[in-house]
Nanobody, 113 residues
Framework: QVQLVESGGGLVQPGGSLRLSCAAS????????MSWYRQAPGNQRERVAR???????NYADSVKGRFTISRDNAKNTVYLQMNSLKPEDTATYYC???????WGQGTQVTVSS
């Protein structure tokens, strides 16, 4: 049974930073691409960033240059470093191992002064 557990969300002022973490269990983590998605109220869920099993990354245009996805296979953890946060980044953030159909429970990020 795959489990993904996010942490690191919270309230931050515009221009601030947060680092989200997602700890995985129940899968051979290093073999799977991992993604971060977000969903704001009234909006569709969108993919923010993805990292392949070999470490190749890609990003939504809205976060390029501000967010960085990384993984630590020894810790079975994927990270999302978020810098220069904007109010429009406010959402619930989810990590996913999409190819397994597994999603975390989400962590709330609120960017507000």
């Amino acid at each position: 049974q795959v489990q993904l557990v996010e942490s690191g969300g919270g309230l931050v002022q515009p221009g601030g930073s947060l680092r989200l973490s997602c700890a995985a269990s129940g899968i051979i983590f290093s073999m799977y691409p991992m993604s971060w998605y977000r969903q704001a109220p009234g909006n569709q869920r969108e993919r923010v960033a993805r990292i392949s099993s070999s470490g190749i990354t890609n990003y939504a245009d809205s976060v390029k240059g501000r967010f960085t996805i990384s993984r630590d296979n020894a810790k079975n953890t994927v990270y999302l470093q978020m810098n220069s946060l904007k109010p429009e980044d406010t959402a619930t953030y989810y990590c996913a191992a999409v190819s397994t159909g597994s999603w975390g429970q989400g962590t709330q990020v609120t960017v507000s002064s």
